[in-house]
C-alpha cells in the first residue's frame, strides 16, 4: 500500500489519475466490499481528500483509490474504497467522483452500502453500461420504524436512478420507485 503524496496533488491533481488503474468492472455490491486487498490500492492522503470529499478527513476514516474509466474527452469517472466507524461497526463503501479537466466536476456518490444492522435494510448497489457513459443506482430499504413493533410484515422500498455521466449537469435519465409488502 502507497499514500499519494500531498506535493503531487497540490501540483498536478492529474497525476492522480496516471497512477490509477483503468476500471474494467461494471457492477458494484457490498458484496465486493469483503474482496478488496487494500495492499494493492493507493491510500488517499489528507490534500487529495479534502479535494475529493470537500471536508477533513476524521481519525478514523480510511480512504483509498479503486479505479478510473473515461467518460469522454475531458471527464472522467473516480472511484475511491472508503471505511468509516459508526457506533461499533466499520461501514464499507464505493464512491465516484465526476472530475472534468483535472478539477471535481461533482460531489461525489455513493455506489455501494450495506447498513442493514437492527434489522433494517438499507443497501445500495451501482452498475455502469458498456461504455460507462451510465450509472444505474438501486436503493433498496425497509421501514425503520417497524422495528421493535409486533408487526409481522414490512415493506421493501425499491428506489432506480438512472443517471448520465455524459451530460454536463450529470442528469438523471429516470427514477422508478417500487414497493411491496414483506414478512419479518
Known amino acids: ?3 499519494i503524496d500531498k506535493t503531487t496533488v497540490e501540483n498536478d491533481f492529474c497525476k492522480i489519475f496516471e497512477m490509477t488503474k483503468q476500471l474494467t468492472k461494471h457492477k458494484l455490491s457490498p458484496s465486493d466490499h469483503n474482496k478488496i486487498d487494500i495492499k494493492r490500492l493507493n491510500q488517499i492522503d489528507s490534500v487529495t481528500f479534502q479535494k475529493l470529499y470537500g471536508y477533513d478527513k476524521s481519525y478514523e476514516e480510511r480512504n483509498y483509490i479503486y479505479g478510473q ?3 469522454s474527452k ?3 469517472g473516480l ?3 472508503n471505511k468509516v466507524r459508526e457506533c461499533n461497526d466499520n461501514v464499507y463503501y464505493f464512491s465516484l467522483h465526476i472530475i472534468d479537466s483535472c478539477k471535481i466536476k461533482k460531489d461525489f456518490k455513493i455506489l455501494t452500502t450495506d447498513d442493514h444492522h437492527s434489522g433494517i435494510l438499507y ?3 451501482s452498475s455502469f453500461n458498456k461504455d460507462f457513459s ?3 443506482m438501486t436503493l433498496k430499504q425497509t421501514s425503520e420504524w417497524v422495528v421493535g413493533s409486533d ?3 414490512d415493506t421493501l422500498f425499491t428506489d432506480i436512478y438512472r443517471i448520465n455521466l455524459k451530460s454536463p449537469n450529470l442528469d438523471t435519465l429516470s427514477v422508478t420507485k417500487t414497493y411491496k409488502t414483506i414478512k419479518r
Open 69 to 71: 474509466f473515461p467518460i
Open 74 to 76: 475531458n471527464r472522467l
Open 1 to 3: 500500500m502507497t499514500t
Open 134 to 136: 451510465q450509472l444505474t
Open 123 to 125: 443497501q445500495l448497489t
Open 79 to 81: 472511484i475511491c474504497y
Open 151 to 153: 408487526l409481522k410484515t
